[in-house]
């Protein structure tokens, strides 16, 4: 007796082992690559348990199920595989994993995550080498010339390279930024603590010249060039810090916007300055952002900067120039329309100096620096933030100082942001009379400066956009005799204060902010 329902089951086939990993179809056994498997996984065939969904390759009756969420799902006609950029595949820990999907991973990693993934392997390598070659922006901490001779040429569409230096920047790294990176648009490199800087002016002049596409050039420790000579047509932001003794300065760019040039306090610094201003309106004529440091400034550099005539100019900053006067002033605003940020710290002028500022640019000043200002009182601090109205940051420094017997020959140079670094040398200071009061009221006033006004010792701030207050070493500052009316105050900097005076100011700024939460409910805001 034969019947169908009499015989055995024939048990499936075993599934055809896989060959070179995951680079075959695990079904057929035929390669992956540009193949679609029209048998069913061994999974369905064992009759798994998902949502019903029709097999590609199903006919008539056929109801097979296959598992809903599939890693290697078969496509269908309806919806295409999204292909590679180029198709290939890499082994990765016995899987078949696309190289874009590689690349991608590699380029959230930084350098050094990049030059150790591509010693790997061959294929890692060509990974890395894809990563280099799209890579826009590079940020690099070079031990040796060496790195950056090997690792640039690679970089074809690098646009944007910041360089640390923990080595001597010397005529063989110049070389490799001269002949790699053509696109190559801003340059950074600034130095750590140890390391120096020979670029020679020379051949910064030779690197601006074949760098026809560099727009931002910012380079540190630039204290053995010489001389400065730059002549470029795209160069719109150059920044050049702890220079010289510059025995020739010509800056010839015409489309430049902004400069900045520091100079080292030594006592051997002796750039003419005079010359250097005399040029800028010729060969800069653009300019929008001037800032010079250096303590060789004086009546007669400001004067010829007059002669420039960079009536464009929006923000102008000469600091450390002890030797400027209110006559500088007076060249400042004859030559500048509509300044919006002024800085003259570290110079000597006075409260007549102060006016004329307030008079000149009453509708455009936001910005007024006067720190390390001895010749300015209390009087022009107030004049100044009353007939400013546009005014939203003002930092006076120790202009407000008395002078101690027992205070250093060193100076601190505070910041806005209530950050405090040394400052080796000053201007010779006025002694301030003691017990100074100090009122300030302003409705626009976002960032107030006064560290290190010992002088001081009553204090009267009403300013309801005010969010940033530095205090540091106001050390004669009465506690009963501060009064702070600012409800939006955030950052109070009292580094150096009595403990009186700080316990005070918490105080005050939850006076103020309980105050402002009962307005807030007034208004129903």
Same mark, same amino acid.
């Given at each position: 007796m034969s019947s169908s329902s009499s015989l055995p089951a024939k048990p499936p086939p075993p599934p055809r082992p896989k060959t070179r990993g995951s680079y075959n179809c695990g079904r057929c056994g035929q390669p992956k690559k540009g193949h679609v498997c029209n048998l069913p996984s061994p999974a369905a065939a064992d009759g798994g348990a998902a949502p019903p969904s029709p097999s590609p390759s199903s006919s008539g009756g056929d109801t097979r199920l296959r598992r809903a969420l599939s890693f290697d799902e078969p496509s269908s006609p309806e919806k295409k595989p999204r292909p590679d950029h180029d198709g290939r595949t890499m082994e990765l820990g016995g899987r078949a994993v696309p190289v874009d999907l590689v690349v991608e991973v590699l380029r959230r990693l930084g350098p050094r995550g990049v030059l150790d993934a591509a010693a790997v392997s061959r294929a890692w390598r060509d990974c890395a080498d894809r990563v280099w070659r799209v890579a826009e922006e590079l940020r690099l901490r070079p031990a040796a010339a060496g790195l950056l001779g090997a690792l640039l040429p690679r970089c074809a569409a690098l646009s944007r390279l910041v360089l640390h230096m923990e080595s001597a920047v010397d005529a063989t790294m110049l070389s490799c930024l001269a002949f790699s990176c053509s696109s190559l648009e801003t340059l950074e490199i600034t130095m750590a603590d140890k390391a120096i800087n020979n670029m020679t002016g020379e051949e910064l002049s030779r690197l601006v010249s074949e760098k026809h596409s560099l727009s931002i050039l910012k380079i540190g420790g630039c204290s053995n060039l010489g001389f400065l000579n730059l002549s470029s047509s795209s160069l719109n932001v150059l920044w050049l810090s702890d220079l010289c003794s510059l025995s020739e300065s010509v800056i010839s760019c015409p489309n430049m916007s902004e400069l900045s040039l520091c100079f080292t306090q030594q006592s051997s610094e002796c750039t003419d300055l005079v010359s250097l201003m005399d040029g800028l309106g010729r060969s800069c004529p653009n300019l929008r952002n001037l800032h010079i440091s250096s303590i060789q400034l004086s009546n007669e550099a400001v004067s010829a900067?007059?002669?420039?005539?960079?009536?464009?100019?929006?923000?102008?900053?000469?600091?450390? $120039?002890?030797?400027?006067?209110?006559?500088?002033?007076?060249?400042?605003?004859?030559?500048?329309?509509?300044?919006?940020?002024?800085?003259?710290? $570290?110079?000597?002028?006075?409260?007549?100096?102060? $006016?004329?500022?307030?008079?000149?640019?009453?509708?455009?000043?936001?910005?007024?620096?006067?720190?390390? @200002?001895?010749?300015?009182?209390? @009087?022009?601090?107030?004049?100044?933030?009353?007939? !400013?109205?546009? !005014?939203?940051?003002?930092?006076? $420094?120790?202009?407000?100082?008395?002078?101690?017997?027992?205070?250093?020959?060193?100076?601190?140079?505070?910041?806005?942001?209530?950050?405090?670094?040394?400052?080796?040398?000053?201007?010779?200071?006025?002694?301030?009379?003691?017990?100074?009061?100090?009122?300030?009221?302003?409705?626009?006033?976002?960032? !107030?400066?006064?560290?290190?006004c010992s002088a001081i010792d009553a204090l009267y701030v009403k300013c309801p956009e005010l969010i940033d207050l530095n205090l540091n070493t106001c050390t004669n500052l009465h506690p009963e005799r501060l009064l702070l009316q600012c409800p939006n105050l955030k950052n109070v900097h009292a580094f150096g204060c009595q403990d009186m005076l700080i316990g005070a100011i918490k105080n005050q700024k939850l006076i103020n902010r309980k105050n402002l939460m009962k307005q807030c409910v007034s208004t129903g805001v």
């Open positions: 900067l007059e002669a420039a005539n960079l009536r464009g100019l929006c923000m102008l900053s000469l600091i450390l $120039g002890s030797k400027m006067t209110d006559a500088a002033v007076a060249s400042i605003v004859r030559s500048c329309a509509s300044l919006e940020l002024l800085d003259l710290s $570290g110079s000597s002028i006075s409260d007549s100096g102060v $006016g004329m500022i307030c008079k000149a640019f009453p509708h455009t000043l936001s910005r007024l620096l006067l720190a390390l @200002c001895p010749n300015i009182t209390t @009087c022009g601090i107030q004049a100044a933030t009353a007939q !400013l109205p546009l !005014l939203q940051l003002m930092d006076c $420094g120790m202009s407000l100082r008395s002078n101690l017997q027992n205070e250093k020959q060193g100076a601190y140079f505070g910041e806005i942001n209530g950050r405090i670094r040394l400052c080796p040398k000053l201007p010779t200071l006025k002694k301030q009379p003691m017990r100074q009061k100090l009122i300030i009221k302003h409705d626009n006033l976002k960032k !107030l400066s006064l560290w290190g």
